[in-house]
């Protein structure tokens, strides 16, 4: 079975422009994280979908970070403009539902660097 | 608030060694769960083991065991005769109900500890 899948798995580009990262979690799981992970700040819970509704975004750190689900099988989290503070590994990852005992697997992560 | 302490930043031992990650986690849950992922230098997070907060039996898989205490609220993590595979951050985690609309659910991490095994 497939796991997560993201896509880019390495982005670069410059200051102000806008990024796309994707992500298609596991078939029939119902929910859906982005991740952030820094040096300095370890791992960041951006935002939570379930059933395609986001949940909770109170990690998107400004403004400029948006996230979608249109439907059960993709989501994109966008960043326009972007900064070089946005350089970091972002990870999705994806659990069969909202249970709290569930597992999330996480995808193989986009590396993005912006100069 | 929660929290999950892997006080161990980076450790390095020799191929055979054995090795134990410390997890220490703060929580007023009574019903919780833990877990530990490891993420090697290719980047991927990789699954390791799942423990709910009312299951204190200690597990092994192989060349892993975990040691799950309540009492000091630790979920510690042994490789026995490390290999060279094993060189990659381990990171704990702690499952956290957020007191949110619909009572949904995050993990916390800790910082990770970076395991080197030398051949």
Same mark, same amino acid.
């Given at each position: 079975?497939?796991?997560v899948?993201?896509?880019?798995?390495?982005?670069?580009?410059?200051?102000?422009?806008?990024?796309?990262?994707?992500?298609?979690?596991?078939?029939?799981?119902?929910?859906?994280f982005?991740?952030?992970?820094?040096?300095?700040?370890?791992?960041?819970?951006?935002?939570?979908? =379930? =059933?395609?509704v986001?949940?909770?975004d109170?990690?998107?750190?400004?403004?400029?970070?948006?996230?979608?689900?249109? =439907?059960?099988?993709?989501?994109t989290?966008?960043?326009?403009?972007?900064?070089?503070?946005?350089?970091?590994?972002?990870?999705?990852?994806?659990?069969?539902?909202?249970?709290?005992?569930?597992?999330?697997?996480?995808?193989?992560?986009?590396?993005?660097?912006?100069? | 608030?929660?929290?999950?302490?892997?006080?161990?930043?980076? @450790?390095?031992?020799?191929?055979?060694?054995?090795?134990?990650?410390?997890?220490?986690?703060?929580?007023?849950?009574?019903?919780?769960?833990?877990?530990?992922?490891?993420?090697?230098?290719?980047?991927?997070?990789?699954?390791? @083991?799942r423990?709910?907060?009312?299951?204190? !039996?200690?597990? @092994?898989?192989?060349?892993?065991?975990?040691?799950?205490?309540?009492?000091?609220?630790?979920?510690?993590?042994? @490789?026995?005769?490390? !290999?060279?595979?094993?060189?990659?951050?381990?990171?704990?985690?702690?499952?956290?109900?957020?007191?949110? !609309?619909?009572?949904?659910?995050k993990?916390?991490?800790?910082?990770?500890?970076?395991?080197?095994?030398?051949?």
């Amino acid at each position: 079975d497939a796991g997560v899948i993201q896509s880019p798995r390495h982005e670069v580009t410059e200051m102000g422009q806008e990024v796309t990262l994707r992500c298609k979690p596991i078939s029939g799981h119902n929910s859906l994280f982005w991740y952030r992970q820094t040096m300095m700040r370890g791992l960041e819970l951006l935002i939570y979908f =379930n =059933n395609n509704v986001p949940i909770d975004d109170s990690g998107m750190p400004e403004d400029r970070f948006s996230a979608k689900m249109p =439907n059960a099988s993709f989501s994109t989290l966008k960043i326009q403009p972007s900064e070089p503070r946005d350089s970091a590994v972002y990870f999705c990852a994806s659990r069969p539902s909202r249970a709290t005992w569930e597992t999330q697997y996480f995808g193989p992560g986009t590396r993005l660097l912006v100069l | 608030a929660q929290k999950v302490t892997q006080a161990q930043t980076e @450790i390095s031992v020799v191929e055979k060694e054995d090795v134990t990650l410390d997890c220490v986690y703060e929580t007023r849950d009574t019903t919780y769960y833990l877990f530990w992922y490891k993420q090697p230098p290719s980047g991927e997070l990789v699954f390791l @083991i799942r423990r709910n907060s009312f299951d204190e !039996q200690n597990e @092994i898989s192989g060349r892993y065991s975990w040691n799950f205490q309540k009492s000091t609220s630790s979920f510690n993590f042994t @490789i026995t005769a490390s !290999q060279v595979v094993d060189s990659a951050v381990y990171f704990c985690a702690l499952s956290e109900v957020m007191r949110t !609309q619909g009572g949904s659910e995050k993990l916390v991490f800790g910082k990770g500890t970076k395991l080197t095994v030398n051949p």
